[in-house]
T-cell receptor
Framework: NAGVTQTPKFRVLKTGQSMTLLCAQD?????MYWYRQDPGMGLRLIHYSVGEGTTAKGEVPDGYNVSRLKKQNFLLGLESAAPSQTSVYFC?????????FGSGTRLTVV | AQSVTQPDIHITVSEGASLELRCNYS??????LFWYVQSPGQGLQLLLKYFSGDTLVQGIKGFEAEFKRSQSSFNLRKPSVHWSDAAEYFCAVGVPGGSYIPTFGRGTSLIVHP
C-alpha cells in the first residue's frame, strides 16, 4: 500500500546512545517532515526537507540531525540521546494539498 | 506567519449527539485548511481539506467542515457521533504555493460517552 513507513516502531535507548529513525515514502512527494509529539504540546516540527538533498530546521531541531540523500527517504538521527528526547516521532510527506503521516516511533530514553 | 488555534483541549459528547470542533486560523489570505484525526497509538489521518470553492466540504467518516472567511474559522462537524470517533483531532493550515510547512493546532481530544 502506498504511504509513509517508519522504522522502528519502538525503541529504548540509554542516555548518550545514538540511533537513526528511517522514514520512507512511495508517493514521490517532494516535502518530508519529522515531528515529535508530546502530551499537551501537539506536534512540533523538528526538521523538514523540500526536496532531495535539502534539509532545514524546524521549531525544535536541537539534538537532532537529518539527511535526505534519496527523495523517498528522510532519516532522523540522534547523536547522543537524552531523556528529554523521549517522545513519539512522526514522519510525514506531502504537497501543498495535503500530508500523509507514518504510524510513529515511540522512543524512550532512560 | 500563519497560526492555528483550537480553543478546546477536551470535548465530551454522548454517543449519537452532534459534534462541532472549533478551529481558528490567522493568515493574510485564504489558506489551505485541513482536519486530521489521530486514534490512540496511530498516526494522523486526513479527514478533509479545503482549498477553494464551496465553503462546505465533506470528508471521510461522515465529517464535514465549513470555511468562514469572515470569522477565520474552519470548524469540524458531525451530526451523530459514534463511540469509534473518540480520538484526537488536529486542525492544520497550509500556505498556497508557499512556505512548505503546515501549521498544526494543539489538538482537541474527543471523549464519547455511551
Amino acid at each position: 500500500n502506498a504511504g509513509v513507513t517508519q522504522t522502528p516502531k519502538f525503541r529504548v535507548l540509554k542516555t548518550g546512545q545514538s540511533m537513526t529513525l528511517l522514514c520512507a515514502q512511495d508517493m514521490n512527494h517532494e516535502y518530508m517532515y519529522w515531528y515529535r509529539q508530546d502530551p499537551g504540546m501537539g506536534l512540533r516540527l523538528i526538521h523538514y526537507s523540500v526536496g532531495e538533498g535539502t534539509t532545514a530546521k524546524g521549531e525544535v531541531p536541537d539534538g537532532y540531525n537529518v539527511s535526505r540523500l534519496k527523495k523517498q527517504n528522510f532519516l532522523l538521527g540522534l547523536e547522543s540521546a537524552a531523556p528529554s528526547q523521549t517522545s513519539v516521532y512522526f514522519c510525514a510527506s506531502g504537497t501543498d494539498y495535503g500530508y500523509t503521516f507514518g504510524s510513529g516511533t515511540r522512543l524512550t530514553v532512560v | 506567519a500563519q497560526s492555528v488555534t483550537q480553543p478546546d483541549i477536551h470535548i465530551t459528547v454522548s454517543e449519537g449527539a452532534s459534534l462541532e470542533l472549533r478551529c481558528n486560523y490567522s493568515y493574510g489570505a485564504t489558506p489551505y485548511l485541513f482536519w486530521y484525526v489521530q486514534s490512540p497509538g496511530q498516526g494522523l489521518q486526513l479527514l478533509l481539506k479545503y482549498f477553494s470553492g464551496d465553503t462546505l466540504v465533506q470528508g471521510i467518516k461522515g465529517f464535514e467542515a465549513e470555511f468562514k472567511r469572515s470569522q477565520s474559522s474552519f470548524n469540524l462537524r458531525k451530526p451523530s457521533v459514534h463511540w469509534s470517533d473518540a480520538a484526537e483531532y488536529f486542525c492544520a493550515v497550509g500556505v498556497p504555493g508557499g512556505s512548505y510547512i503546515p501549521t498544526f493546532g494543539r489538538g482537541t481530544s474527543l471523549i464519547v460517552h455511551p
